[in-house]
């Protein structure tokens, strides 16, 4: 951590004031940014819309496709495994303007296959938070999941957001891939930062920056174009390739 820290130190722009401190580079002009919630999204392979009640069938059925409730092991909320607890927990979060929810539909099947929302929106500083990501097994795997993630990405950033984060327990391992997979640049770990569910969670946290989401919405838009992806659906170029050719045309 120390050398990752000294690491962006060495990495920002320095400037000096008048008593040889080094100090932050200048944000001209700030202006803070808007709100990111009760929007639709669309997409080549999916669409997001603000999540409501009548979504929770839909969710329901998809998600009991593994009827384990491992899907919510690192969640906050419990499992949701039955009909009633998922119209429920719809019916709560539809709306809710601190964290707004957005449920994913695969625009193939027209179904609704999974959720996220964003949260700690800070307008005045330009921080959002990704979180709270729920997908069943009909959207992991597939280019709508990615395309979700880019879809949402996207959003923060034209409304003017400076920073774009991505928190998770670390000991979820595939949260961390697949932060690490979309380009986010990890920022350590929060040791004994919450207690949930009786028991402890150091958080890992990663970042993406409005100055990296040019080169990496190039590469996320080559990525997802049908010509990338092989008669059986196979993607013929990875995105972390495609964001390192990106990166150094920028």
């Known amino acids: 951590l120390k050398l990752q820290f000294l690491y962006f130190i060495g990495n920002m722009t320095q400037r000096m004031n008048e008593f040889g401190q080094p100090i932050g580079h200048e944000v001209l002009d700030w202006k803070e940014a808007l709100y990111p919630g009760g929007t639709r999204m669309m997409g080549l392979y999916t669409r997001l819309e603000p999540l409501a009640a009548e979504h929770a069938d839909e969710l329901y059925e998809s998600f009991m496709h593994n009827p384990t ?76 999941a990615t395309e979700a993630m880019y879809l949402m990405m996207s959003h923060v950033f034209e409304l003017g957001y400076r920073r774009y984060e991505w928190k998770c327990d670390s000991l979820n391992e595939p949260s961390c891939r697949a932060a690490e997979r979309f380009g986010f640049t990890a920022e ?44 059986e659906g196979q993607q013929l170029t990875k995105l972390s390739a495609l964001r390192e050719t990106h990166a150094q045309a920028a």
Do not use: C
């Not at 409730?69 to 709560?92: D, I, Q, V």
């Not at 996220?116 to 097994?137: D, K």
């Open 69 to 144: 409730g491992s899907t919510w092991t690192y969640h906050y909320s419990e499992p949701l495994m039955t009909l009633e607890a998922m119209r429920k927990w719809a019916t709560e979060k539809s709306g809710v303007l601190e964290q707004p929810f957005f449920t994913i539909i695969d625009l193939a099947t027209g179904k609704a296959v999974g959720y996220a929302s964003y949260m700690r929106i800070n307008q005045a500083q330009g921080t959002v938070e990704v979180g709270s990501i729920a997908y069943s097994p009909l959207l992991q795997r597939t280019r709508a």
């Open 188 to 231: 350590g770990v929060f040791r004994q930062a919450i207690v949930y569910k009786g028991r402890n969670r150091d958080t890992a946290w990663f970042s993406i920056l409005d100055s990296e989401w040019p080169a990496m919405q190039r590469a996320f838009k080559a990525w997802l174009e049908p010509s990338n992806f092989n008669a």
